[in-house]
């Protein structure tokens, strides 16, 4: 699909579908400002929002930070414990409700996710004239999304642009634990919203080797959102 700078978009990320495709796709986590860089290219940045979930610990805080620094914004919910033991933080229809309001002020909407509860929030938007697009792993996104999208960008065509992937049996900065320690802390809380244990070392853990700049946008490794209404 033809992207042109004129064209105004806001992305909108399902930021737990994200961290748990990465995670079980390749033991890592998503760099986030590298999804919302391919993800808009030329074009203006209207909004972008992450759909974050926080803890009673509140120990996601630098995660939140980190997304906040790379011009993201966040919608924040507490994480629901129920008597059972089960935990949720669902922000589908949030995400669907904001698509909506937003849509009339842009040209392109991107979905930063793989569920396919999304199917008609797309087709709804489609069918009001505003472009549709997805990027997530196309491994674990569902198939009926990927066709009804405008386009889709598969994320696992360069992992290692979009994949943070753990340091296995060292020190993880800022905290001192060990990153095979925290892996287990993962796997004990997989329903929580993520990530909220690896979190303390989002900021150094950036890909070495910066990529070149796309054409009308000089200063994609810094970008800021813009509002531009």
Known sequence: MIRRPDQRAAIFIDTQNMY???????????????????????RQVVRAIAYVAKS???????????????????KIKDVQEFASGEKKADWDVGMCVD?????????VVILATGDGDFVPLVEY????????????????????LKEV?????DLASD????????????ATPRTGKRSDDLEKM??????????????ASEEKRRPSSPRPPRPGNADSGSRKVRVTF
Request: charged letters at 25%; aromatic letters at 8%; glycine letters at 8%.
């Open 20 to 42: 748990h495709s990465a995670k079980h796709l390749y033991g890592g986590r998503v760099n986030f400002a590298a999804l919302v860089d391919a993800a808009i290219g030329v």
């Open 56 to 74: 009673k610990s509140g120990e996601e805080q630098a995660f939140f930070d980190a997304l906040t620094q790379n011009g993201i914004e966040l």
């Open 99 to 107: 698509a909506i309001s937003i849509s009339s002020r842009v040209d």
């Open 125 to 144: 938007l489609k069918s009001h004239g505003v472009v549709c697009e997805i990027i997530a792993f196309a491994a674990s996104t569902n198939a009926r």
């Open 149 to 153: 999208a405008d386009d889709f960008i």
């Open 159 to 170: 992992p290692d642009q979009f994949i943070i992937r753990p340091h296995r049996g060292g």
């Open 186 to 199: 993962f796997e004990d809380h997989d329903d929580l919203p993520p990530p909220i244990k690896l979190a």
